[in-house]
């Protein structure tokens, strides 16, 4: 929209007159428009709440989007009502429950589980709300039929944390679910291969915020391990070896570099891969990147 008169893209609503004015020229350029906020006022969260007439919004995360119709919660709502009417409310709990499709019974399963997982991963909303979808999607295509709940439920975080930049190792999804990683691996490829989703590589440098804060390092030492792997992949360093490993050496790296040294088994035990592998990529990077002088000096 453009203010006929000056040509503005800049406009202030005037709520109380119901008018929309230009702030260069000041033209009305419309007026009686309708107030869309709430008739009612209030002065903190409680009084906003109490008044509040609208539920929550839509979501994946509820088998039901959240707009479901529930008779009671627990058995001890049915001591709230007279005693000639609890059993005609225990009856409606009951058939209510029995009505309820075999889908929304999974669903309300597995989100729950999912919610569970999520917590554990500590993974953002964004992906929990992903997930759901998804999951809901291979429910639809009766790509859970004989399958466990949870290893499709696993398959789809780790597919979903990879492509939002917040992957999670299959140890980690494997420890939080209790679904063996080889599971995991092959309930991912089928999902991958029938929902049609293109995965990505995993990079190195989605690794290292959460393994810093794990092993207590500092910003500084996040930002030298990020330039550490980005010259590493100019250089075309990266190429055929795990981003955990290589997040790890780089992290390890860096640390020695600004004085916050841990030890390789500190870094290996956080980052769940092993001494050996730090080594390997710790010597590839010192020697390829010309670091080996100074993690010596720091090191002496």
């Not at 500590?122 to 998804?134: D, I, K, M, Q, Y």
């Not at 780790?158 to 209790?178: F, H, N």
């Not at 990505?200 to 959460?210: G, I, N």
């Not at 207590?216 to 590493?232: D, F, H, P």
Request: hydrophobic letters at 35%; charged letters at 35%.
């Amino acid at each position: 929209m453009t203010c006929p008169e000056c040509g503005s893209q800049r406009f202030e609503e005037d709520s109380a007159k119901g008018e929309l004015v230009c702030i260069e020229c000041g033209m009305v350029i419309d007026e009686d428009r309708i107030d869309e906020s709430a008739e009612w006022r209030a002065f903190n969260a409680e009084e906003k709440e109490k008044k509040a007439r609208a539920g929550q919004p839509l979501t994946y995360t509820k088998h039901d989007m959240g707009v479901s119709t529930e008779i009671g919660k627990g058995s001890g709502e049915l001591y709230k009502v007279s005693g000639n009417k609890r059993a005609q409310y225990y009856r409606l709990r009951k058939w209510h429950k029995r009505l309820t499709k075999s889908k929304d019974r999974n669903l309300g399963f597995a989100l729950s589980e999912l919610n569970s997982m999520i917590s554990n991963l500590n993974l953002p909303e964004s992906v929990h709300e992903e997930v759901a979808r998804l999951y809901e999607k291979a429910v639809d295509q009766g790509l859970v039929r004989g399958r466990s709940m949870e290893s499709i439920i696993s398959a789809i975080i780790y597919i979903v944390a990879r492509k939002q930049g917040t992957p999670r190792t299959l140890d980690e999804i494997s420890e939080a679910s209790g679904i063996e990683k080889r599971e995991i691996g092959r309930a991912y490829r089928y999902v991958a291969r029938e929902l049609g989703l293109r995965i990505l590589p995993a990079k190195p440098q989605d690794y290292v915020p959460r393994f810093a804060g794990k092993l207590q390092l500092s910003g500084t030492v996040q930002a030298r391990a990020r330039n550490i792997l980005k010259e590493a992949r100019e250089r075309d360093l990266l190429s055929g070896k795990g981003p955990t490993g290589l997040a790890a050496a780089a992290l390890y790296i860096a640390a020695v570099l600004e004085g916050e040294k841990r030890t390789q088994r500190e870094v290996a035990d956080v980052v769940g891969v092993t001494e050996v592998t730090i080594r390997n990529r710790y010597k590839e990077l010192a020697e390829k990147l010309g670091l080996e002088e100074e993690l010596e000096e720091k090191s002496s």
